[in-house]
């Protein structure tokens, strides 16, 4: 007599856990539908296209033409002249298409030298020298750049021996050809793919958080646990410190640069017509709490200095400009330079630019 009570509870929350699970199947088919808050349906021909085995990821993004150009509201006139290559990270890439580096360049030359200079930005975020190299191959022959203008900064040395260098194919002279696609991005992706492929938009859901929240978690955690979790490591420690520590990848970024240098050389006319510029970080710029080393810069000045090539670094030149606040010109808690900060990076670039050029024969 005492389980029938027991069994009819049982019953009842049995139901009521059925119609829950029905309610929220088509909740889940219904946002689907609809406007997918929490995509249930992920296709591979979407979720792949940012993926590279040539330039580990690539812009998926209409704002990107095919050859990985960033597209600008004012296209470059049919007439103009230089043509200006841009290589570079997320300082390259800029903060939107009318606020880049390249953009300001040519702003500035139109208005204040009247020259009618083209460029063509083809900055990526997290790219490195050694991607560089594969984009220098493809770019060259393509744009014909009478300039190429590369701009390297401390992130660049993590990420050629950090994140890249492990990823590169070569060839028999032992250039960098490619740098394939990182696997934790593809292990990431299936898995995306592999927890959304079942039957029922409930089981999709139960299947998607456990491999966001743990699975992933797990694979994530291997992979960041083999390397430095700070990218700026190297350039926070006392210089001396830092060449005793980290003088394997030190060494691995001269040596991806040296291939960045030699690569350009062998498709461009003379050594003058490749310039490597350097932005300051804000941590460049204090004067305590942390002020990083130059090592990134010396490596580029060396290197370029032995096949003869220019060289501008613009740490002087924005330390006199941002003055005691150089703060100022850096988004809050990001590494990155704000829309002020960049622009003044970028004439202060355009102006030593304009020597090379006019040097070269581009005055009239």
């Known amino acids: 007599m005492r389980l029938q009570p027991i069994r009819r509870a049982a019953q009842v929350i049995a139901i009521n856990i059925v119609i829950a699970a029905c309610l929220l199947e088509v909740m889940l088919r219904a946002q689907q539908a609809i406007w997918p808050l929490y995509d249930l349906a992920i296709r591979p021909e979407t979720i792949f296209t940012g993926l590279s085995n040539e330039l580990n990821h690539v812009h998926a993004d209409p704002d990107w033409d095919s050859a990985g150009i960033q597209k600008m509201d004012e296209p470059n006139p049919p007439d103009c002249a230089p043509r200006v290559l841009f290589l570079g990270d997320s ?6 298409r009318s606020d880049t580096i390249p953009v300001h360049v040519r702003d500035f030359f139109r208005s204040s030298l009247c020259r009618k200079v083209c460029v063509f930005n083809a900055g990526a975020s997290s790219y490195s020298p050694s991607i560089y190299i594969v984009q220098a191959k493809r770019l060259i022959p393509l744009l014909h750049p009478d300039f190429v203008v590369v701009d390297i900064d401390e992130t660049d040395l993590y990420d050629d021996y950090y994140r890249y260098r492990e990823l590169t194919s070569r060839d028999a002279a032992g250039s960098i050809t490619s740098v394939r696609l990182t696997p934790l991005f593809l292990q990431f992706h299936q898995g995306l793919i592999d927890s959304t492929n079942k039957p029922l938009y409930l089981h999709r859901l139960l299947a998607k958080l456990y491999f966001t929240k743990i699975e992933y978690s797990r694979i994530f955690a291997e992979y960041v646990g083999a390397r430095p979790a700070d990218i700026f490591v190297v350039s926070r420690r006392p210089l001396d410190k830092a060449k005793a520590e980290y003088g394997t990848p030190i060494a691995y970024f001269r040596q991806t640069l040296t291939d960045l240098t030699t690569t350009i050389l062998a498709r461009m006319s003379d050594p003058g017509r490749l310039i490597y510029i350097h932005h300051p970080h804000l941590q460049h710029l204090a004067s305590a709490g942390g002020v990083f080393n130059n090592i990134v810069a010396a490596s580029v000045r060396d290197v370029a200095r032995q096949h003869n090539v220019r ?39 355009a102006k030593y630019l304009a020597g090379p050029i006019f040097d070269s024969g581009y005055a009239d």
């Open 91 to 96: 300082f390259m890439q800029g903060l939107a």
């Open 311 to 349: 060289f501008y670094d613009a740490a002087d030149q924005l330390r006199l400009e941002f003055g005691g606040n150089p703060e100022r010109y850096y988004i809050p808690d990001d590494m990155h330079f704000n829309s002020r900060g960049l622009r003044a990076y970028a004439i202060a670039v």
